[in-house]
């Protein structure tokens, strides 16, 4: 079944506006028959967003009237698509009982979510690593090298696969090379496979899926998949559900670079 697992949609504060009817007919008209629309959950209770527009989730408040919308939407399209309602869930470090708390009021009404790691805690703040390159190059020197940056996300990240986050945890985790979208500002390529290697071997083990994420490939300082296409190849081997996600944050990137990975799935 052909299928995209990680879609944005007009309830996104940093997105577009192009409708769910905008999505839901280009990913018809591409060919898929399935499709999961996961947009970035509320952030939790008490955490302060570190963007300068605090719009990385959308607010509480609408969170019932976008799980509304999308149930009218399946029933409307249910001759043509698969619609599955999901969200994209920040793992915080600090903040695993509050996430866990809003997944078990809401969990129930989600068919398929992913967990995602963008913030990075450092000395009692957290900040937004795949936010701007100028945000991400001041994190690597309040840290003293890029590979601090990277050791602290893959350690993040494995914290989120490991965690009890309840019933209603997401069975996918999300575009876990996330750290790379501007690996072309350094010189050397920072050393990483054991890091990779292990989050793949743990996610084999909790029983998890890998969100094959192709946005990287748009994106001018990371320019691959999030992960690399070996590491598909090894989570393919390693027996893992693999599960691609565009990661479109407006109608037309639907189907982008789907063509590159397709063969994998």
């Known amino acids: 079944m052909k299928r995209n697992g990680h879609i944005h949609t007009p309830y996104c504060p940093h997105g577009t506006e192009d409708s769910f009817h905008l999505y839901i007919e280009q990913a018809i008209q591409s060919g898929f028959e ?30 019932e009237f976008y799980i509304s919308e999308l149930q009218k939407l399946k029933k409307e399209y249910n001759q043509d698509i698969v619609i599955s309602t999901g969200l994209e869930i920040d793992f915080i470090a600090g903040f695993e009982q509050n996430t866990t708390s809003f997944l078990n009021t809401y969990g129930k009404y989600l068919d398929d979510s992913i967990l995602s790691v963008h913030f990075l805690k450092y000395e009692g703040d957290y900040t937004c690593i795949d936010f701007s390159k100028s945000t991400f190059l001041k994190f690597v020197d309040r840290l003293g090298t890029p590979m601090s940056v990277y050791k602290l ?85 390693l027996e893992i559900p693999l599960v691609y996600g565009s990661d479109a944050h407006q109608a037309k990137d639907l189907h982008q670079f789907y063509n590159e990975i397709s063969n994998l799935l």
Not at 39 to 57: Q, R, Y
Not at 174 to 194: A, C, N, P, S
Not at 209 to 224: F, I, Q, R, S, Y
């Open 153 to 237: 996300y893959y350690k993040t990240l494995m914290d989120s696969i490991t965690s009890n986050l309840g019933h209603f945890k997401p069975k996918r985790i999300g575009h876990i090379t996330l750290v790379h979208k501007f690996q072309h500002t350094f010189t050397e390529r920072v050393q990483d496979h054991e890091n990779i290697v292990a989050i793949l071997n743990e996610i084999k083990q909790q029983r998890l899926e890998l969100d094959v994420n192709t946005a990287g490939l748009a994106k001018p300082h990371c320019l691959e998949i999030y992960p690399p296409l070996p590491y598909i190849k090894l989570a393919k081997e």
């Open 34 to 63: 399935a499709i999961t629309f996961t947009e970035h959950a509320p952030l939790p209770l008490g955490f302060i967003d570190p963007t300068p527009n605090k719009d990385s989730g959308m607010s509480l408040n609408q969170l």
